[in-house]
């Protein structure tokens, strides 16, 4: 009978050694769902309409702002005397493109491309501030609203959306 080394007897006495069963871990209990499971099952589907309504209503907000009362907007157009007709009258025009953004996004009528130009929108505010003002509480909050239209933009599912 051949010399074999240690490694290679012990692999031998291991084979001739009856199987053990592998412990089994406990039978499983059957259990409900956790409660927090399903309720964000029933929200996560109300979630994108939720961005979407919440975006609409603050476009909308600042929109009807801008058109009650413009010549508090104007010192936010830039490169333009704030006491301009010109500058009213862009101020006038934004909010007259905000306005109809958010009721697009609160109907729920185009609401990719409503969310799109949203986007491109809070885009232009938050660079502008940004450039003539700095980083400031107002830029961090836009900056959280584009965030919003990002987000709104992104989602596929819609619920209370009109579709033609």
Known sequence: ??????????????????????????????????????????????????????????????????????????????????????????????????SVLGVALCLGVATRLAAALSALALLEIVISLSLTGGVTDIVARDLGVFGLAVAVLASDQQRLALRG
Do not use: C
Request: aromatic fraction near 6%; avoid cysteine.
């Open 1 to 98: 009978m051949p010399r074999r080394n240690r490694m290679a007897r012990a692999a031998a006495r291991a084979a001739e050694r009856p199987a053990v069963p592998a412990p089994q871990a406990p039978a499983a209990v059957a259990s409900k769902p956790h409660p927090r499971g399903q309720v964000m099952d029933r929200i996560q589907p109300w979630a994108p309409a939720v961005a979407r309504v919440a975006l609409g209503l603050v476009l909308l907000w600042f929109g009807i702002h801008e058109l009650i009362q413009p010549s508090l907007w104007t010192g936010y157009v830039p490169a333009i005397p704030s006491t301009s007709h010109l500058a009213i009258a862009l101020v006038l025009a934004h909010g007259w493109a905000l």
